[in-house]
Antibody, heavy 122, light 110 residues
Framework: QVQLQESGPGLVKPSETLSLTCTVS????????WSWIRQPAGKGLEWIGR???????NYNPSLKSRVTMSVDTSKNQFSLKLSSVTAADTAVYYC????????????????WGQGTLVTVSS | QTVVTQEPSFSVSPGGTVTLTCGLS?????????PSWYQQTPGQAPRTLIY???TRSSGVPDRFSGSILGNKAALTITGAQADDESDYYC??????????FGGGTKLTVL
């Protein structure tokens, strides 16, 4: 059973870069898309982007200018960098696997990490 | 920019049936958007319920079902139970690798 675990600093200063890593265990990271999703306190979920194990990416257009995702298949990890953060980036950040279904391709999330809270504050 | 719309809140009586919907600010939702549905209780990660419009995720009871109703995707809960009280989110695939969450529906069972 695949499990995902987010890790990274819980506190980031404004204007700096938020960096998180998701470690995949219980299965290979290969041949899937992997996503980051965030949720500010009391608000809804927001898709940040996804990365394939080849390194191909798709980002939320509203965040695209600040987001970089990468993957390290040797470590079974993928990562998120979000630059120039402000208080509005304070949220619980989830990593998730993008599931594949024959009739719909890679179009939904089938495994989730537990989430990690990142606070942007000086 | 297209917005994915959901009812902000809904209530259902225990044992009752409720249908939550997922629409677009412009246009109609079809199976080509591959709608998926997620359940989230406070402090927990989301749980996948439905994908590709109407396929139940492993372990999801059959009282949860997905469909297209009119111009929206729909999640129907039949025989609602107290532990169905949660937030429910839909996701639509917009093409080009882009996925968009709806704003979520807070379901109360009372």
């Amino acid at each position: 059973q695949v499990q995902l675990q987010e890790s990274g600093p819980g506190l980031v200063k404004p204007s700096e870069t938020l960096s998180l890593t998701c470690t995949v265990s219980g299965g290979s990271i290969s041949s899937y898309y992997w996503s980051w999703i965030r949720q500010p306190a009391g608000k809804g979920l927001e898709w940040i982007g996804r990365i394939y194990t080849s390194g191909s990416t798709n980002y939320n257009p509203s965040l695209k200018s600040r987001v970089t995702m990468s993957v390290d298949t040797s470590k079974n990890q993928f990562s998120l960098k979000l630059s120039s953060v402000t208080a509005a980036d304070t949220a619980v950040y989830y990593c998730a696997r993008v599931g594949y279904y024959v009739s719909s391709g890679y179009s939904y999330f089938d495994c989730w990490g537990q989430g990690t809270l990142v606070t942007v504050s000086s | 920019q297209t917005v994915v719309t959901q009812e902000p809140s809904f209530s259902v009586s225990p044992g009752g049936t409720v249908t939550l919907t997922c629409g677009l600010s412009s246009g109609s939702v079809s199976t080509s958007y591959y709608p998926s549905w997620y359940q989230q209780t406070p402090g927990q990660a989301p749980r996948t319920l439905i994908y590709s419009t109407n396929t139940r995720s492993s372990g999801v009871p059959d009282r949860f079902s997905g469909s297209i109703l009119g111009n929206k995707a729909a999640l129907t809960i039949t025989g609602a139970q107290a532990d169905d009280e949660s937030d429910y989110y839909c996701v639509l695939y917009m093409g080009g690798g882009i996925l968009v969450f709806g704003g979520g529906t807070k379901l109360t069972v009372l």
